[in-house]
């Protein structure tokens, strides 16, 4: 059973930085293109990075160059390390995973994923 369990939300204020983690039951998690999602109220859920069995990694424009994604395949976990947080990053972040080519990993798009977690909340005060 696929399991993925999101941690390290919280509130933070604008600049500051947060840490996400998620643990992941997938086997063989080496293989599984791993993802970082987030979704505010009223709105669609959004790709924030990406990062492939092969340790390359794709960004959406608004996190790049503040936000980094990384992967532990000893530990089956991912990270996201988000830094110069702003107000308009408040939203639930969600992990995904899935055995996926690397183009439909890099183009961030939910409808490729088929394993989520349940989410972790960052709100980012102004």
């Known amino acids: 059973q696929v399991q993925l369990d999101e941690s390290g939300g919280g509130s933070v204020q604008a600049g500051g930085s947060l840490r996400l983690s998620c643990a992941a039951s997938?086997?063989?998690?080496?293989?599984?293109?791993m993802a970082w999602f987030r979704q505010a109220p009223g709105k669609e859920r959004q790709g924030v990075a990406s990062?492939?069995?092969?340790?390359?990694?794709s960004y959406a424009d608004s996190v790049k160059g503040r936000f980094t994604i990384s992967r532990d395949n000893a530990k089956n976990t991912l990270s996201l390390l988000m830094n110069s947080l702003k107000p308009d990053d408040t939203s639930m972040y969600y992990c995904?995973?899935?055995?996926?080519?690397?183009?439909?990993?890099?183009?961030?798009?939910?409808?490729?994923?088929?394993?989520w977690g349940q989410g972790t909340q960052v709100t980012v005060s102004s």
């Open positions: 995904a995973a899935d055995l996926i080519l690397q183009p439909h990993c890099y183009a961030l798009n939910p409808v490729h994923f088929g394993y």
């Open positions: 997938v086997y063989p998690y080496s293989s599984y293109c």
């Open positions: 990062i492939f069995s092969d340790g390359s990694t």
